[in-house]
């Protein structure tokens, strides 16, 4: 066969040897099938972009199987045989979408849209070829192929796993919302969830394929298949001995299973035999005899399968489970399902240094290789030998693992920078074979990769620690060691520093021995050292308002791009379909030292590569070399589209190679020589730091801004200074800096991947030196940009465009990763000092801060200045003094990245206030709070909030528990606030179309659509404008010419302004539509239109957003609450949670937003962790410059749960129609993670002994830098304390203090407990009974009554003033009488009296009870409220009535005296005969008898307490006695017989709580009392306030109030009826009473304010006001107690009785009372004697032995780490005494040596 034949989305495709091997499947799709649906961004297996299905026979059984690939490494020549769909051929427009497609859309699972493709084609594959038997966390582990730089992955996460068996409840309840909301245009009709083309799709993923669909694979007769081309051969061969043939003809050959190595070590050039062994048969399958065979071509899924089946099958096999999880580490499920493991070991023997995981693996179990010589000819040999051994001309056949019986353990690791899709930092396998039923080893195996290229097992700790037993400390030691004795990794940046590898390669040991340890043998704190971190199945929940009402605004709908976004559909600039002619360009840089001076070049190699068709360099420019015109805003200096003459950085672009393919273009460019006139010898200046100390400086360096303090305090009490280094970012975005340019009769049509049309045409003009008018930008959508495609995309378009000029054809320029990687600038870093002077609480006196901002080698893109606004966050900064300046770098022109400015200020703020609160050791936020900025601040609240959301004080909690109980774990919770300020820009404009034909509108505008969601918001608020429904809306691409001069989209507010321009393009569309509208009276939209039509009314507007527009500048709030834990063995963290608060205005969107939170915050947190950026100090090259180095968070680096919340209804009339921005401040918010690592590794440190430090981790906080900044000394590193000595005497003191602690605090008090139960409750014998039935000492009974001093003027409307007089002092006397006790219920049964005696002289100074005293008449009053209240109609009678009874009072007041009106009573005269006042006395008679002393003559006596006096209650109440059980002591369980009141409705009819004269004992700070008043009818539920004492006895304060009947669920049942509650503070008691009165606490205090304004001369205060009760509890004994309350009657106005009717409406206080209790003497006594001593000598005891246990473990642990106090006593601070002399050189060392007997090694 002389060609491949393979089938792309059913469609049969033949390809021979005019390909050559490097053309991609991706390449194919792409430019020869003309697919573009399937991306690309790396070519190099990192990104997923270009992931696809393919359906093959796999070898040897040939079972048909569905399988991702990534299409970028697999050759087109491999193909044969094989079915490919791409994400077209699973649905689309036409024929309907897949259900993976639509619910990924339904979900918001797409922003940008450039990588969905990738993630739809490995959702499909997982879904096809399990036969949708997925499991969630199946789906989560399966997408370590794929990045997503905008979504932030949840969405995702959550639509895939919402195909899952057992996905979650939320997830399922989410997918029916989504469904009822998600109305897509597919197929031109609504496909909801019944589209017919889905059903037909999602059949077919069942895998029922026809005989007929599927030719190929059953066709194919594993014949021989040779290519040949111009240049290369290709062989696709299926027998061993067939490789053998060929290998042997050719010197130049090459060997491909799985090509997937490429994506490793890049092929730069195929040789010109190329040899396809994937289906070679002898290479496939595995056999298990003794040992398992696997066959060297088996892809290494299949291996993974093999091994989780035989792990649990064969016993000698278990072993394999361990290796199956490292493996599910090892690259990601596309590349190792054509990977093979003879790729793999081959990979690692020609390359020595890459950290294979199956050579470390196999090594690890003492496998072996078979190498095949000749067809026949066998030889095997170690993994070791392997790596030398002579491989030319043969072929790796297989590896055989042996069987290991139980007497093995094994133990693997492998640490990355990122959970998954990352090669390892380091990876360590450890086996012990033990001897039988010994715990001594027979034979150990301890193999390390990534340490050097020659170091495989760590030879001589493997003999010494045959004949040991491996769990003891001394063994451990020992081992560790010799392990730092043989192990010397070399440097090979940018993998982590020597330092740290090596370190952790002893770790990961001690790691091992930790987990390897039985159990028993280590202390159980030390467990979870032994394992690695691993990521749980991630969730995340979004929490917003959204507005019916005002919907498609604030609707939660998902991008309207999202289906085609899935499908593939949607395009982006290079997915143009293929022009006739096209070329491609790629820059030719300049890979030398910056400085250098050009002096020519030499491309004689690289034109001889066919396909090549030009060179191009800056003289060929005809026009300005230069892509940042300055006549632009906000550009500030010129930069060369091609270096001239001096190169500014490493990799700069200093020409052009043109070819007729991308990978052509490419490499011929690396061929082009650069000739160099000059190069510097010294080192370039990379970064900020290193210009500061160079003697460049003053030329580099400038002074941009300095904010002077306006204030500054005085109180300084501690001065903090640091200094602060945060790195660079790449902006990974996921579509490449891409430009494609098309001559046209006019010009140019350039079509870029820019955020900034007009800067893309005038750049592009001025350096073709043509008009502007010729040039046509036209954006579609942006695949991901972040401001990176704000300038730096016109250099990529100039270029294009130049070659197009130049060439006059179309050209596509895509930069590859590692140029986009070192030729684009990426966030500028910052140097930041201060110092900061606070005092006590950590309240700022002033700040000094400078920063400085690294701007590469241009001024362009400088934020400096833009980074001093927010450096005040959300805190008081006027003593804060800042200085700004920026830095000139030898490094590509820095550029805006996600949250510039922002970023920084707000983190380098926020580090001061954790830095202050350590200082002083404080609660961070209590720091925080302390600077909090006062005017107009919402974060305080937004905090309370969060914290309670989160339930941050409770996991806190539970935090350090877990730090308590894991040396080698650690976790922390940490909060921070946000305040974001927002700054508008313009213009930005909006065009609107309306069609008369259908009434559809098409709208275009000046910002470019690049996953913000921009174009869905417009839509919506054009939907919102002009009333139609959002499904009429499309948007159209945008482009120069209809959006010309506008400003680039960035800074979060496109969106915004887009909005507000489209809104006034509406408002000029409706009020041309208006007169038509009103004529028609409410036509349909589309007669409307019509009829405008008719009428020539012109359906187009736009409008521009300029700064005039009436919005303003504002700040978005938010605050985050982080949880993470460490591993202090390896430094890799998992995000446990994070809740997440911010405030988004009205939404627009709220999925949307949502979607712009999530994903700004995870570019946050690898901005923060695992994105490091490394550059050769020497020649300033970047090194971090792939996919394979750089390393962005992955799926499985989210946190594990992930709860947004939007800020409660929230709105900002600053802004655009009451939204805010969304798209950058969550990044600030990230920062937050700095301080959580920092706090864990600080918990660790604390652990170790370390002294308390403030602990630098460095920026980013990488794996390396977190568990560097642990300091680990090998000392720490063990598994099971030994008790010396002094720890065993430790020990029994520990036994002394817990025994102490267990008598004193366990034992005695359960006896005491149990004496009490007996003692407290009411039993007839006990004393508390005696007490309760008559309190043996009377109580204070104090009044207080309010005297009215303007009664003439309240009569006229005036507001009361009141004086109070008093207390009129009493004694109050309470007894229970007839009581019965119930035996059978344990109850009693009595009556109460109370009796009352003034007493003169303990009433105020002067008062007799004579006095006379004005106030509202009770009983006048009381009769017009009640009747007012229930028969309103009876208020004309009432008011005759009341002037018959009261004589014709002149106004509603009495004057009476004290005595009277409290006890004596005022007379109420009810002689009258005339018929109102008759009536109203005869129904008083009946209604208030209780209240009245009747006298003769139809006189009766009204007082306030004259009936109660010396009466025997008439109510009978039945308590509990609490001998059963004695918390139920005093409980109120029935009143006259009734087990429920009738005055309430519901709960608060029942009666909870005891009598109020007895209490159960035992109280704690947590219970809240219970008590009913029968004289209110309620309960009242007094709080634990604080501790107090009394007479020597600690007691407990609680507190009560009236409480707020409006806002207290609990307490709503006690208002009139729902919705008619008293104010706050006030509670009506007509209903209790059948007495219109009000209860509330003295003076209104903590009552609704109102009530209190409008009463003069009250003052309210809380010591002479509050309800307060001092409770012994144990006893629950009240010993002092002040109830207080008020009693208060309704002045209101009415026309219907005279006295009235001018009366204010106004709550008037009448008099209040102070019901006191304070123990005396005696019965102090008594409990003291009874309970006190015998608990006071139990005390002693018990303190005597815990202090004597305490002070001997002190002791003890003084002894321990003496060591480490000389050495922090005479090392840091006093260097006089530790410098070392020749002399005294070794007294550094004694004193080190001291602790241990022998000098412990040290780490280097
Ligand atoms: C993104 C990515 C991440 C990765 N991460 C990891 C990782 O974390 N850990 C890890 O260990 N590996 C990792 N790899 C490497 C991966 O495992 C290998 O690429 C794969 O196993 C190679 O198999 P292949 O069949 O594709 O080899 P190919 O690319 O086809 O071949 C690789 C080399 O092996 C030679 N070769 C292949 N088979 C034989 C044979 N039978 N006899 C002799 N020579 C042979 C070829 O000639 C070639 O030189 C990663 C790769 C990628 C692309
Ligand atoms: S382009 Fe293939 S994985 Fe990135
Ligand atoms: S949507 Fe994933 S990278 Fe933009």
Redesign the pocket.
Known sequence: MTKVIFKINGVQYEADGKYSPDVSLNEYIRTVADLRGTKAMCH???CGACVVSVRAASPPTNEVKTFAV?SC?VSVLSCHGWEVTTVEGIGNRTTGYHEVQSRLAKFNGTQCGYCTPGWVMNMYSLYTAKNKNLTAEEVENSFA?NMCRCTGYRPIADAFKSFASDADDYLKNKLIDLEDMAVFKCCGVKCKENCKHNKKLTQKVNGKYHKEDWCVIENSKNDILILKGANYNWFKLFKLCDVFKTIAQCDDY???????????YHITEYPKYVID??S?SE?KGHILDVNLILG??M??TEMMEVFQKLSTENENFAYLKELYDHLD????IP??N?????????????NNE???????LFETVGGMITIAEESNKFCKITLSEFLKYD?KR????NVMLPPLSSTSKIKTY?I?PRSQ????ILNAGVLFKFKQNLNVIEKATIVYGGVSPDFVHANKTEEVLVNQDPFTDETLQIALKSLQEEIDPVEAPPEPSTKYRKLLALALFYKAVLSLCPEGNINANYRSGGSAIKRHTSKGTQTYDTDEAIWPLNKPVPKLEALVQCSGEATFANDLSSQTNEVYGAFVTADVIPGSVLAGFDCTEALKIPGVTAFYTAKDIPGKNNFTPTNISIVRSEEEILCDHEVKFYGQPVAIIVANREKIANRAAKLVKVKYESTPSKKPLLTVKSVLSSPEKSNRVSNDQVVEPTDVGHDTKKVISDELDFGTQYHYYMEPQTCVTVPTENGLDVYSSTQWLDLTSVAVAQCLNVPVNSVNVIVRRVGGAYGGKITRSAQIACASALVSHLHGKPCRFILSVEENMRIIGKRASTYCKFEAGVNDNGEIQYLNITYYQDNGCSNNETISPMTVLHFPNCYNSKRWRIEASSAITDTPSATWCRAPASTEGIAVTEYVMERIAHALGKDPIAVRLANMSKEDNPIPDLIEQLKKDSDFDTRLEDVKLFNTNNRWRKRALKLMPMTYDLFYFGPFNCLITIYHGDGTVAITHGCTEMGQGINTKTAQVCAYALGIPLEKVSIMPSSSFTSPNCMPTGGSIGSECIAYACLKACEILMDRLKPIREELGNPSWEDLVQEAYKRQVYLHASYMFTKDAPVQNYDIYGVIALEVEVDILTGNHDVLRVDLLEDTGRSLNPEIDVGQIEGAFIMGLGYWTSEKTVYDDKTGKLLTDR??TYKPPGIKDIPADFRIYFRRNSTNIHGVLQSKASGEPAFCLAAVITHALREAVRAARLDAGCDDTWIEIGFPCTTENIFLAVEHKLEHFKWKMQLQKHIKIAAGCTGAAIFGILFGWVIFPVILKSQLKKEMALSKKTDIRQMWEKIPFALDFKVYLFNYTNPEEVHKGALPIVKEIGPYYFEEWKEKVEIQDQDDTDTINYRKLDAFYFKKELSGPGLTGEEVITLPHPFLMGIVNIVNRDKPAMLNMVGKAINGIFDNPPNVFVQVAALDILFRGIIINCARTEFAPKAVCTGMKKEAAERLIFEPNNQYRFSFFGMRNATVDKHVITVKRGMKNVMDVGKVVAIDGKMEQETWSGKCNEFEGTDGTVFPPFLTEFDRLESFSGDLCRTFRPWYQRKSSYKGIKTNRYIANIGDFANDPELQCLCDEPGNCPPKGLMDLTKCMGVAMYASLPHFYDSDPEVLNNIKGLSPDVNEHEIAIDFEPITGTPMVAKQRVQFSMLLFKTDKIELCKDLPNVIAPLFWIEEGLSLNKTFVNMLKHQLFIPKRVVGVVRWLLVSGGITGVLACLLFHFKDHIIRFAVKPDSANVTKITPENGDVEQKIFSTSAGKMLPKIE
């Open positions: 190099e297996g990192g990534n490494l192929s090459k060997l491909i299973a799985g090509n997937t190595g490429q994506g490793v062994i994937f070679v290479l060297a071509g892809p290494l580490l090892v690259a990601h590349v190792r054509i990977g093979t493991i003879g790729g793999n070991l081959y990979l690692k023997h020609l890459f950290p294979s995981d199956l050579f470390l491989m043969k072929v790796i056949l492998k990355m899709n990352a090669h390892a996919t394979w």
